[in-house]
């Protein structure tokens, strides 16, 4: 099955300074790769996702990019600050679309925090 | 956009009991629903996959017989933990109608 390794587990920066993940996964089959942002006690939060027919996405502050060939991926956060601060997951799907997507497979999580 | 409510955000039972989840899609109608467990500080793990109108297809190493899930209706799926012990103890989260869309979360305590 798919199996997703995201790094780094933790991740210390300086309010305004940039934030990156990566996360690598080992089914070519994906093709549709969501990142997650979760607060302590709540579900996780769709903040950006990519389909395997694009490289790059951007939204504001948040983008995601995607190397199919290397079957890695990355998060970037610019400008962070300190409501930025939670748990970040990479997760990857096979689907075929629709409510397929649902079925993830997600990395170990990353770890936050936006110094003030 | 969609909205996924679950309920309770937390329960405490005993052990031997068991605990009912609900899941429901508040403005849409969900053919799927995906049950995910979550250990504390760890990632979230599918659980299976709940189908409405015919049985929920399981991930490896979950036991069907303890986690029971029905999904009878379009807007509602729930989880039965069975026999709950406490390493059952953990967050359980629901989602529908693709990635998009997550509960709030159950954490569920065995004492």
């Known amino acids: 099955g798919e199996n997703v390794e995201q790094h780094p587990s933790t991740l210390s920066v300086q309010e305004g300074d940039s934030a990156v993940i990566k996360c690598t996964y080992s089914d070519s089959a994906s093709n549709y790769f969501p990142w997650y942002k979760q607060e302590l006690g709540k579900g996780p939060q769709l903040i950006i996702d990519i389909r395997s027919n694009v490289g790059e996405k951007k939204d504001q502050r948040i983008a995601v990019t995607l190397n199919k060939t290397a079957k890695h991926f990355s998060l970037h956060i610019t400008e962070t600050q300190p409501e930025d601060s939670a748990v970040y997951f990479c997760?990857?799907?096979?689907?075929?679309?629709?409510?397929?997507?649902?079925?993830?497979?997600f990395g170990q999580g990353t770890i936050l925090t936006v110094h003030p | 956009g969609a909205v996924v409510s679950q309920h309770p955000s937390w329960v405490i039972c005993k052990s031997g009991t068991s605990v009912k989840i609900e899941c429901r899609s508040l403005d849409f109608q969900a053919t799927t629903m995906f049950w995910y467990r979550q250990f504390p500080k760890q990632s979230l793990m599918l659980m299976a996959t709940s189908n409405e109108g015919s049985k929920a297809t399981y991930e490896q190493g979950v036991e069907k017989d303890k986690f029971l899930i029905n999904h009878a209706s379009l807007t509602l799926s729930t989880l039965t933990v069975t026999s709950a012990h406490p390493e059952d103890s953990s967050f359980y989260i629901c989602?529908?109608?693709?990635?998009?869309?997550f509960g709030s979360g159950t954490r569920l305590t065995v004492v």
């Open positions: 989602s529908a109608q693709g990635a998009g869309t």
């Open positions: 997760a990857a799907s096979k689907g075929g679309g629709g409510t397929s997507y649902g079925k993830l497979t």
